[in-house]
């Protein structure tokens, strides 16, 4: 890999070094160095000025070519913006309505809420332990091959996200309790019973 890298840059630097040779005007005035009368008639000389113009119309084809190039890396990056956005949006979707189904079959607010919760952590989970333990092994150079550090990463970090959702909801459950005690204790409001979850 080194010396895939180091071969590439040797050729980089030599085409940067030989490409002065190869782009360069060749002004016959300047390169003889003659008097006033002769630079004056060949500036004049017709294959001067054929020359300067076909470098004009090489340096308008270079800025096409790199306008288009450009144009076509930014049309790319949006339809994969846009592409992605759906994808997420679609997730979302479906994580909001499996949530709702299963609270509306439990007639039950607080399981839908708490469905919404385990899902969201289980993805977040697995999204971070395969990424995380993919990561991990690379820096650590271990024989791990890609597709079994993001297997191994993935199911160990959905049974972590499974134990963070229930943590997560057990710690938003227990600071609604509280903020209802402490938002209802002025106005001596009846608590609706949240215990019984």
């Known amino acids: 890999m080194k010396r895939k ?30 008097d006033s009368v002769k630079v004056s008639v060949q500036h004049n000389d017709p294959e001067a000025k054929a ?10 084809l270079a ?7 450009i144009g076509t ?14 994808v997420f949006g ?11 189904v299963a609270g509306f079959y439990r007639r039950s607010f607080q399981f839908g809420f708490k469905t919404f919760v385990s899902i ?11 990424f995380g333990l993919l990561i991990i092994s690379r820096l650590f150079e271990s024989d791990l091959s890609i597709q079994r550090a993001l297997i191994i990463g993935g199911l160990g970090g959905a049974l972590g996200g499974v134990l963070m959702g229930l943590l997560v909801y ?23 019973d949240l215990t019984k979850l």
Request: proline content about 2%.
């Open 5 to 34: 890298l180091l071969i590439l840059l040797l050729l980089i630097s030599g085409a940067f070094l030989t490409s002065q040779h190869i782009f360069a005007q060749t002004d016959t005035a300047v390169n003889h160095k003659a």
């Open 51 to 60: 020359d300067e113009e076909f470098n004009i119309f090489l340096l308008s």
């Open 63 to 69: 800025l096409i070519f790199a306008a288009t190039v």
């Open 73 to 86: 890396a930014i049309a790319g990056t949006a339809v994969a913006v846009i592409f992605l956005l759906i």
């Open 90 to 100: 679609s997730m979302a979707a479906g994580i909001l309505s499996i949530s709702f």
């Open 120 to 130: 969201i952590s289980t993805l977040a989970g697995i999204i971070i332990g395969g």
């Open 170 to 192: 057990q710690a938003l459950k227990q600071s609604a309790i509280y903020f209802w005690k402490k938002y209802h204790h002025y106005k001596k409001a009846p608590m609706p």
